[in-house]
Every structure is written in C-alpha cells, then in structure tokens.
C-alpha cells in the first residue's frame, strides 16, 4: 500500500510539471503495471521511424480488359443520298412521267417543260449566225482584192488595213452568234428534266399544266424529290464521354422496333469531329445495306456500335479513382510497402468497373477507396479480408 501511495504521488507531481502526457501514453509505458493495472496496446501500428501510424489499406489487381465493349445509342436512318430536282427552264409543266414511290435510272426523264418562246430565240440566233458567216465572207473578199492592188499604187495601204479589221470583227461576230446559239440549245435542254442518280421518287410538288420558273428562289420550291434507298445512313449524337471511342470503320448492329426478329449490319463511315456546345454531342454517321429498300428512310431505332480496346488496357473497380489537381489518379502500393500517386487515362466507364487504357498493368497493387489522408511516400499495411463463415 506505502508503495502505491508513492508511485500515485509520483504522477500527480509530474502531471504539475506538463510531463504526463509522457508517462501516460501506452506505447511507452509498454504495458507497465500501475497499481496492479496493465494500459491498454494502441490499435494503429506505429512505422519504425516513429513519425506516424502505419495505416491498414485493400488493394486489388487491374483485370485485362475484354477485348471489345459496345456503346448503345438511339439512331435515325437518312437515305444515303438524296436531291431536290428543281426546273432551270421557264415555262408550263407538259408532262410528269413519275410519281411517288416510282424508281427510276440515272438520266431517266422526269418532267418535260413547254417553253414555245424559247424555241423562237434558237431561230433568231441561228439566223443571226448566217448573216455573221455573209458579213465574213465579203469581208474576206474585199480584203483579198485590196492586197492585191496595193502594190499596183490603186488602193492605198490604209485601205488594206481596214478591211483587215473588217474581217476580223465579222470573225468576232460569228463566234459571238454562235455562242448564243449554243446557250439557247442548252436552255432548251432544261426543258426536259432527269435524273441525277438511280434512286426512288419520295415526294413531288409539281402536276401537268403548272407553271414553273428558272429563278424561283423560294424555300421548298422543288418539282420532286429523289432518294437512294439501296442504302441507308443512320445519324446517331455520340455523347462527349465516348466521342473519342467512335471511329470510321467501327463495326455495329442496328434493330428496329418494327422489325424485332432482325439485326441488320452497319458500319461507321464518317464523323463530324465537332461537338455541339447545345447538346455535348457530336454526329457520327453509319452506313447501311438495304436490300429492296425494305427499311424506311426516317426510322427509329438502337445502334449497338463495337468498340476494340487499346493493347494493354485494364480495369479496376470505380471507388479506386482520386482526383488530385484536376487529374484522374490511382494510389498504389509499391513492393516498400508506400503510397504511389500515379495518373491513368479512363477509357470508357462501365458502372462499376472503369477501363484504363494507360498507366496501370495486371502486376500494379490498386488501393481501394483511399484515405483522403494518404500522402506519396506514407507507409501502409496491406490487409487481405478475411471470408466471412457461413451461418449454420
């Protein structure tokens, strides 16, 4: 009892001087027995250099990725190629050989114009290049006969040189006569229209006995509309989060609500390498065979685009992403036993799993769920979760 009064009386007086924390803490009295009384062992184990605790983490191993993952996106199909057939003659609709639904062949006549005034200019012109072709031939003429008198003293030099010009305006009259012939040829060959490309007729706003006018400027002033229907494209918005995923020549499969029991092929042709501040989109285009123009231009439907993975890419659980200075990074565990801080290039997000396309390998050791706390260089403690028994 006398030495439990002294050793009590000991620590009251060292607690007076500030030096109790010393005596009182349990990693240093070691277990030291006060009044009969054992103190508690810390939790947290304390790294050699006696700075800071050692702190327990979970790591996991990268996983290779599959080779491929697939993005699933809402599609439009758009013919592959399609016109607004307009008129370049003016004149009265005599005839419209097409209508809705009517395939037809490249340079197929459409619509035939009557333009009778037209007609009346190619005469005139025509007419005009005979009377150029006379005023060349006297020209001509004249010229001949007065080099061959100048050197006779009977027509003066003067003269000669003025029936040279002569003749060479009566050369420029005609090419100018005939290329007014030539430009109403033309027009009269506006008045029969015709097909640009083989393809469907899927609209028309033009009956026999309209009129129709070569300056018509007025929006949605067509005669008819053609479509390619052999194939199709299907316009789809890639997301910003996989814009960069979405390439020419990517394989995909298109269904159709209409056509539950069919998966039809198609393939990435083209990309807009833009993306709409509206939306965070950006278009990408696919193209489809389409036999028999059995699909639709204009349907809805789901594009299911194949996406190969980068050699080397990996995957690792979600909760082992930090971000640090605006940048994705992992915490890993090197073979000392410290933090590493290492910065990764996501790929593409699967919910749970996220797909590294760079910085990580299957041999790297992934803190799960790092401590906000843990610093490059800090020592931890690797623990394995133990399985929990199964209840009787």
Same mark, same amino acid.
Not at 89 to 95: L, P, R
Not at 336 to 342: A, D, E, G, H, N
Not at 348 to 354: M, N
């Given at each position: ?29 070691? @277990?030291?027995?006060?009044? @009969? ?8 184990? &304390? ?16 996983? $290779?990725? $599959? ?17 607004? !057939? ?22 197929? /006549? ?13 005469? =005139? ?21 007065? %080099?061959?008198?100048? @050197?006779? @003293? ?26 007014? !012939? ?19 007729? !899927? ?24 479509? +390619?229907?052999? %194939? ?21 499969? &298109? ?5 539950? =029991? ?6 990435? #042709? +083209? ?31 789901? #594009? #299911? ?10 995957? #690792? ?30 790929? +593409? ?32 403690? /690797? ?10």
């Amino acid at each position: 009892m006398r030495l439990r009064t002294m050793a009590l009386a000991g620590v009251a007086a060292v607690t007076a001087t500030g030096a109790a924390v010393a005596l009182l803490r349990p990693d240093l009295l070691g @277990g030291m027995a006060l009044g @009969g009384f054992r103190a508690p062992a810390l939790a947290a184990k &304390v790294s050699p250099s006696g700075k800071q605790p050692i702190r327990s983490v979970r790591v996991v191993r990268p996983e $290779p990725a $599959p080779g491929a993952s697939t993005l699933t996106l809402s599609g439009r199909t758009a013919p592959a190629e399609q016109a607004l !057939v307009s008129s370049r003659a003016t004149g009265v609709v005599a005839e419209r050989h097409v209508d809705i639904g009517d395939r037809v062949n490249a340079a197929d /006549v459409l619509v035939t114009i009557d333009a009778p005034e037209v007609e009346q200019e190619l005469l =005139r012109a025509r007419a005009a290049v005979d009377q150029a072709k006379a005023r060349l031939e006297l020209a001509l003429v004249n010229l001949k006969r007065g %080099e061959s008198l100048v @050197g006779q @003293g009977h027509v003066s030099a003067q003269t000669v040189d003025e029936r040279r010009a002569n003749k060479m305006t009566a050369e420029a009259d005609l090419a100018a006569a005939g290329a007014e !012939v030539k430009r109403l040829e033309e027009v009269r060959s506006f008045q029969t229209v015709r097909a640009p490309f083989s393809g469907t007729i !899927v609209a028309r706003q033009v009956e026999r006995g309209d009129k129709v006018s070569a300056d018509s400027s007025q929006p949605g002033s067509y005669l008819l509309r053609i479509a +390619r229907l052999n %194939e199709l494209r299907v316009e789809i918005d890639v997301p910003q989060s996989s814009s960069l995923l979405v390439k020419p020549g990517a394989e995909a499969k &298109v269904t159709f609500a209409e056509l539950p =029991r069919e998966v039809l092929a198609a393939r990435v #042709v +083209r990309t807009a390498g833009l993306i709409e501040q509206s939306s965070n989109t950006m278009r990408a285009e696919l193209l489809m065979p389409n036999p028999d123009d059995r699909v639709p231009a204009g349907l809805n439907g789901q #594009v #299911v685009i194949n996406i190969p993975q980068a050699d080397g890419a990996v995957s #690792v659980p979600t909760n082992t992403l930090i971000t640090r200075e605006g940048r994705q990074v992992v915490a890993l565990v090197d073979a000392q036993s410290r933090v590493v801080l290492k910065g990764v290039s996501v790929a +593409r997000d699967l919910g749970e799993r996220v797909v590294i396309t760079s910085g990580l390998t299957v041999d790297d050791r992934v803190i799960v769920s790092p401590n906000a706390l843990l610093r490059p260089g800090d020592e931890v403690e /690797v623990v394995t979760p133990t399985a929990r028994s199964t209840p009787k």
